[in-house]
């Protein structure tokens, strides 16, 4: 008897449940949402503002987890993906969702310039990326004839109609920032799952051994922070053509950075639902209850509930949820 050997065989396919759920939660978020809260502007905003905060979350937590690299200077990224979508739409006359692209393509351009940095660890690169991200800043300000220094650009183009639906809606707005998060996912999880993503992980354990059987560490660390500012720097280009004004204290803004640094690691960055959650879950609290009770301090809470994740649960919510029901299920067994 011949036995052939499968390749596919040993690749676990997904449960049709788990299929079925990831069906049930894109029809949730891409039917049910908009139809129940499409009339309510309040509430569509939030919901875009904080995908556009999961995004950037995503982002750097690809960049920290696969990566190995943390960074304080994702405003870096927000702000010049933001700034050439609004500039080629407003001067150059591009269509709006092409200009994002290029957005997103020009923040990784720019991040190809703090190369010199990737020789840095720890919070001394961290450090230089924050550095960086405050000379973006400077330059936007003082090139007034480009940018139009701090006075800003006004009048940035919405977001098109197409085939009659008008993206430059709040639902509209809310379909595209949750099409651009779900693509930012499927790549994270496919990266991580390949031998990239291996030889990433081998990275982080010892960079010397990875150099011996012939892994460029540096080139491997500059196509995350590469593909990172692309990420950051689309969901930045977004935000320019959704609130249609645009200047260099908002766009370059420390909260661009910190504010997804305290989702992802609350979340949990080292997975990928983590980065997600926390943000959805952070921006809503923060916003909801945070702000109604201390309208002026509710950030300082931001900080203290960082401060209490990283006691309780440094893997993050998504980590504590899976002990607890691991615990569960060594209970009932």
Known sequence: MTTHFNPQAGRSAWPASRVAALAVTLAVLYVAVPLALGQNLYLMSLAVASLTIAGIALAWALLGNLGGMVSFGHSAFFGVGSYISALLTLKAGWPVFPAIAAGGVGAAMASFAMAPAL?????????AILAYAQIFRIVATEWSGLTGGASGLSSIPSLPKVAGFDFGSKSGGYLVILTIVIVFAVVYAKLRGSHVGLA???????EDATRVVGVNS?????????????????????????????????????????????????????????????????????????KSLLP???????????????????????????????????AAG
Not at 200 to 206: I, K
Not at 309 to 326: E, N, Q
């Open 218 to 290: 540096v080139i491997l660390k500059l196509a995350m922070l590469m593909l990172s500012a692309l990420m950051t720097g689309l969901v930045g280009a977004f935000n320019a053509h959704y609130i249609n004004f645009l200047e260099p204290d908002y766009a370059f803004n420390a909260s661009w950075a910190v504010v997804p640094i305290i989702a992802a690691i609350c979340g949990g960055y080292r997975t990928l639902l983590g980065p997600l959650v926390g943000a959805v879950s952070v921006y809503l609290i923060d916003q909801l209850v945070l």
């Open 296 to 330: 002026t301090g509710h950030q300082i809470v931001l900080g203290m509930l960082l401060v209490a994740m990283i006691i309780v649960s440094p893997a993050g919510l998504t980590a504590l949820r899976l002990k607890r029901t691991r615990r569960g299920v060594y």
């Open 119 to 127: 020789r840095l660890k720890g919070p001394y690169f961290a450090l």
């Open 200 to 206: 990433l992980r081998a990275m982080h354990e010892s």
